[in-house]
């Protein structure tokens, strides 16, 4: 949305909005918000509204929220008289520089950097989540909504009006939901994004996990993104896909054999190059590998172009635009830190002109054998830690807050008597 701050201050007079939500996203990705009045919304477009830090990372200094004007959205669900609108936000210091800690910038100013050199790109997600049934006081229980499995239709599929309003709300609001559909599991559904600008589609990936968990509560549901809920059960992916364009041309774009572009190989290699230092921010919490260790994940390092099981795959229909789709990932991933790296991975692989390893393709000769993701958590970090290529693409200040994230999240597992027990009340009832 191309508006000046004028017609945002005429808009929120003539539309009778009443609240004003400051959004931003916190390094485990989730969705914050400080609500304000109209009146004062002169003042945070023009300064900012001030922002104590020290409750979403581990800085103490105070900070400023600035809205981005092109992202203001009406919230569907609340009442048309006092309507409430949100804004993304970008996080400042008091003197108007981005915050060394700030992801959204992170992801804005290396793809400012990418354009710079001729590339654009986009990013779509595909994502599950579980709906599950509540008690008689609202609490969550583990009963899934329904029983029914892939593809199915009402009246097997009792999601499916929870899913209807799940995307004619994210419609209303702008976030582009492009397909629907129940996944394999009971009371499993997915919902896809049209391919946007990266920052645009990390925005629409933190709210969008606030939109179903808002419209299932409203269904009396609880919507869960936990990675794997349901012990015997499907797990829940979030499948990243990603074109990339050089001076206009689609990396990914191949002939009949499947021959790409040297520069489109070398960006695969790189992704695969680096996979295993990424792992830890595509999936970052330790049921993040209880998926992983499940069948239909994927848990090594390979690609492919027709097999749906691979690490990447780059699919090959007919009327589809060229792209790779990485499918180790999971929603408790933070969209705007895992973008910047795949793209960061991509373009480490052009620069050093990486070739793509047949041995790595998954075929009909070739499905075994290939290196493993890491297993846990802990190996994640471990792979993290040890390589200078995520050093280098990352500040200090947010790496030093993942990094904490995760070593306090391990220390309380490792204490944990009952793991499985940790993994509900963390992922699951504190979601």
């Not at 936000?89 to 520089?97: A, E, F, K, R």
Request: aromatic share 10%.
């Amino acid at each position: 949305m191309n508006v000046s701050p004028k017609e945002i201050l005429n808009f929120v007079t003539e539309n009778d909005v009443k609240f004003i939500r400051l959004t931003f996203c916190d390094m485990q990705g989730n969705l914050k918000n400080i609500a304000i009045m109209p009146g004062e919304l002169p003042r945070a477009l023009s300064h900012g509204i001030l922002l104590d830090a020290a409750g979403f990372s581990d800085c103490f200094q105070d900070l400023l929220l600035v809205p981005d004007v092109s992202t203001l959205s009406v919230l569907p669900w609340r009442p048309k008289s006092g309507r409430v609108v949100r804004f993304f936000c970008n996080i400042q210091n008091l003197d108007g520089t981005p915050y060394a800690g700030e992801l959204r910038y992170a992801l804005q100013s290396y793809i400012s950097e990418l354009y710079a050199k001729g590339y654009s790109c986009e990013f779509g997600t595909r994502s599950e989540f579980y709906l599950f049934d509540c008690d008689q006081e609202g609490n969550p229980t583990k009963t899934p909504h329904d029983r029914a499995g892939y593809l199915d239709v009402a009246p097997l599929d009792k999601c499916e009006n929870a899913r209807r309003e799940i995307c004619l709300s994210l419609e209303e609001m702008g976030l582009n939901p492009q397909r629907s559909c129940h996944k394999y599991g009971p009371g499993q559904n997915e919902i896809d994004f049209k391919c946007s600008e990266p920052v645009q589609a990390a925005d629409n990936m933190v709210h969008y996990k606030t939109v179903v968990k808002t419209i299932a509560a409203q269904n009396g549901l609880f919507a869960s993104f936990m990675p794997k809920p349901l012990t015997g059960n499907y797990g829940s992916a979030l499948t990243i896909v990603l074109t990339v364009k050089k001076d206009g041309h689609n990396l990914f774009s191949h002939d009949r054999q499947g021959r790409m572009s040297p520069e489109g190989e070398s960006f695969l290699a790189g992704i695969l190059d680096h996979a295993a230092e990424l792992t830890l921010f595509l999936n970052p919490i330790v049921n993040s590998y209880t998926r992983l260790r499940h069948r239909g994940a994927p848990n090594q390092i390979n690609w492919s172009f027709e097999n749906r099981n691979p690490l990447v795959r780059i699919p090959g229909a007919v009327g589809e635009p060229a792209r790779i789709d990485i499918r180790s990932s999971d929603c408790c991933c933070n969209p705007y830190l895992s973008f910047r790296l795949l793209l960061a991975a991509g373009m480490d692989g052009i620069e050093r002109s990486l070739k793509l390893d047949p041995a790595m393709q998954v075929t009909e000769a070739q499905s075994s054998g290939f290196k493993n993701l890491p297993a846990t958590l802990e190996e994640a970090y471990d792979a993290a830690r040890s390589t200078e290529f995520v050093r280098s693409q990352l500040p200090e200040e947010i790496l030093r807050n993942v990094y904490q994230n995760v070593e306090r999240q391990l220390a309380l597992y490792n204490a944990a008597e009952d793991k499985a027990l940790f993994e509900e009340q963390q992922y699951f009832l504190a979601e």
